[in-house]
């Protein structure tokens, strides 16, 4: 399968493995590949002031950096390697840009955006954030070397990851070098995806399921995935796969609950002011339009045209 595409946020354009294709994959809401792309200097958008409640954000930065504030006072940047567990639970208002050195100087970006979903239980928990940075994600490599996992969520190679899920889940970047061929242990119960985001090769056993960039492999029946790469390229996959929650779910917008009146709920809290608001909103939203305009100018917003 491959990944829809579309412009998210202040205008970036997206691959949507999970929300596009593939609606839902529980307990899996959405899967954002945004980048690789390449700004100039004033060009660089990101997603200005916006509302969640009802489930997780996890931002996963391969190139480039992003500052993140909240209404919750929370405030940090997150530079290449870092990952950003958010529970956003009752609600916050929170917005991802552009660092100031890529607002300035330009550079690459690219990274990753998943949204999982909540109990019932837990979606008016309070909010919480883990910043974590790549020298504290587990990295472990096969006995041969050809294979390294990047172990974000879960466990890989006898290998636990440090941050802490509500929901049980796996969620691996896998690095395989030309040829080489690995197979993950994943719970029979789970469901997940192989979101191949960089080079080529197969899924499954065998060589009859070619892939490349931007495509996918919903797992089936089984309690392993084998996936190989190319013999003349390196392949890089994230294997994300959790439990089903088996809950009703309603989604609106930022907001994903187990019913609709909770829904026009969270549209009230949010529009009287319960979430809270950040300082400074106007500026951005000012910025994302200037960034636009100047990438209309240079020709790179044609570019990304869909």
């Known amino acids: 399968v491959t990944a829809h595409q579309q412009r998210e946020g202040g205008g970036f354009i997206v691959k949507r493995p999970i929300g596009g294709e593939v609606s839902e994959l529980d307990p899996f809401l959405l899967l954002d590949h945004f980048g690789p792309v390449e700004y100039g200097p004033g060009e660089a958008v990101g997603a200005p002031d916006h509302p969640h409640r009802g489930f997780e954000t996890v931002s996963y930065i391969v190139s480039g950096s992003m500052q993140h504030k909240d209404s919750a006072g929370n405030s940090g940047t997150l530079s290449e390697g870092w990952v950003q567990w958010m529970t956003a639970g009752s609600g916050v208002v929170h917005s991802e840009m552009p660092s100031d050195d890529v607002i300035k100087n330009g550079g690459k970006v690219e990274g990753f955006q998943l949204w999982v979903n909540l109990r019932a239980e837990d979606k008016m928990i309070s909010p919480r954030y883990q910043d974590t940075p790549p020298e504290k994600i587990p990295v472990k490599a096969t006995a041969d070397g050809k294979v390294t996992v990047k172990v974000i ?44 985001w960089r080079g080529s090769g197969y899924l499954g056993e065998g060589t009859e399921k070619n892939v490349k960039m931007g495509q996918m492999g919903v797992m089936g029946e089984g309690d392993s995935v084998t996936m190989t790469a190319a013999d003349d390229e390196e392949m890089r996959v994230l294997l994300i796969a959790g439990e089903p929650l088996n809950e009703n779910v309603v989604r609106s917008g930022p907001f994903v609950m187990n019913t609709w009146a909770e829904i026009q709920q969270a549209y009230s809290d949010y529009q ?25 100018e240079s020709g790179r917003w044609r570019q990304g045209d869909l």
């Open 272 to 296: 009287s002011g319960k979430l809270g608001q950040i300082e400074g909103a106007e500026e951005r939203y000012a910025a994302t339009e200037a960034a636009k305009k100047r990438q209309k």
């Open 153 to 196: 969520a879960g466990e890989s190679l006898g290998t636990s990851a440090n941050i802490e899920t509500r929901t049980p889940i796996m969620y691996l970047d896998i690095h395989l070098k030309e040829g080489a061929s690995f197979t993950q242990d994943v719970p029979k119960e789970y469901k997940g995806i192989l979101y191949v």
